[in-house]
């Protein structure tokens, strides 16, 4: 499987960016599980949102809910990350992750493909 993030950028606290992750190269990629993860400097990887692969659960970060959405188009193999009233301690690299098993989960460990990385850098 591989995951092509993009729509990173800078912005000015309390704007918005949308974050895309096309996955391709596996059949079925549409109950694979999709979840966002994101890394600042000096800092480990935690997680952001994912979206489960049957049903469409989300879950959140606490530090995100109210502030980010996830959604996914199954036609396109497409997952999005609506980032609004973005703050400085958003700023990080965010990486998308899949997996094949259907229900969302927040550790990383549980995730067996990876994007590239996407920067996004919140700053006035």
């Known amino acids: 499987v591989q995951l092509q993030a993009s729509g990173g950028g800078l912005v ?5 960016l949308r974050l895309s992750c096309a996955a391709s190269g596996a059949a079925g990629l549409n109950t694979y599980t999709l979840a966002w993860f994101r890394q600042a400097p000096g800092k480990e990887r935690g997680f952001v949102s994912g979206i489960a692969g049957i049903g469409g659960t989300t879950i959140y970060a606490d530090s995100v809910r109210g502030r980010f959405t996830i959604s996914r188009d199954n036609a396109k193999n497409i997952v999005y990350l609506q980032m609004d009233g973005l703050k400085p301690e958003d700023t990080a690299l965010y990486y998308c992750a899949a ?10 460990r549980d ?14």
């Open 12 to 16: 000015q606290p309390g704007g918005s």
């Open 111 to 124: 995730y067996n493909y990876w994007g590239q990385g996407t920067q996004v850098t919140v700053s006035s």
């Open 99 to 108: 997996k094949s098993v259907w229900y969302v989960t927040n550790m990383s």
